[in-house]
């Protein structure tokens, strides 16, 4: 049986999408893993600046995972900087093409500390949604900087806010997105630590994804997926029903403090 994704549990590869922070192998052994990836869609050619990587590499890469394998799109730095300008024009048609080719549902702006709340980035912002399709792309929004989560979370109403759920309150979408950082004293997680996270989450949205930005990402992806389905069969109703999350910030420990 593969790690990570259980092929006879397709309700749970649906909704819990869990993903390191890079790729280290080939993406079909990464797949036998994780079952998602941000991509930069951007790849070094020498000394010259960064440039896409074909929709062909792109095409093959899909064709190189399952089919509920998933992709999120990181839109360039110029797009993510939301001035308008030529080079965010080419971003955002990369980024489409580069989402078009992966058959990404997940386009994510990281936004720099240079966009902060004032009204101009706040407009700018809604400007860039606009440029998404609605119907199936989920646009995730991950602002640095000045924003408080609350605040991001007014702004970001037709968003999806990544934040990292042991510092702040998780948003209440359907979807969640959630970015665990190796910062600090927490250098990994453990199940008690990720059980906590996914409680205060809610194990019932529509959609979870998780980077793990840590090096036992392969350990704590096994548990995560362990502590959901225990709780899925421990509920009844199944995963249907929207839990929203306790507004409280999850405190978690590394493994040494578990």
Avoid at 72 to 91: N, T
Wanted: aromatic letters at 6%; charged letters at 30%; glycine letters at 4%.
């Amino acid at each position: 049986m593969r790690q990570g994704v259980r092929e006879t549990d397709p309700l749970m590869s649906r909704r819990l999408h869990i993903a390191a922070k890079q790729l280290s192998s080939a993406i079909a052994s990464y797949a036998k893993r994780f079952d998602y990836l941000e991509v930069h869609a951007r790849e070094a050619n020498g000394k010259d600046a960064p440039t896409p990587m074909s929709p062909h590499a792109l095409r093959k890469w899909r064709k190189q995972v399952p089919p509920h394998f998933e992709f999120g799109v990181f839109l360039g730095p110029h797009a993510s900087m939301l001035k308008p300008s030529a080079k965010l024009d080419e971003e955002v048609k990369h980024a489409l093409a580069a989402a078009a080719a992966l058959e990404a549902r997940n386009i994510i702006i990281r936004t720099p500390r240079e966009v902060t709340p004032a009204q101009i980035h706040r407009d700018r912002l809604a400007r860039m949604r606009e440029r998404f399709p609605s119907d199936v792309t989920n646009v995730v929004w991950e602002p640095q900087g000045v924003w408080e989560v609350e605040e991001a979370a007014v702004v970001a109403s037709q968003l999806n806010l990544a934040v990292d759920p042991t510092r702040d309150p998780v948003p209440s979408n359907p979807i969640a997105y959630l970015r665990l950082r190796a910062l600090g004293e927490t250098r990994s997680f453990g199940p008690s630590a990720l059980e906590r996270i996914l409680e205060a989450v809610g194990i019932n949205r529509r959609d979870i994804y998780v980077v793990l930005e840590t090096n036992s990402a392969l350990t704590e992806c096994k548990q995560l997926r362990s502590i959901a389905q225990r709780t899925q069969t421990s509920r009844t109703g199944g995963m249907s029903r929207l839990v929203r999350p306790r507004p409280a910030v999850v405190k978690v420990k590394d493994d040494e403090q578990e």
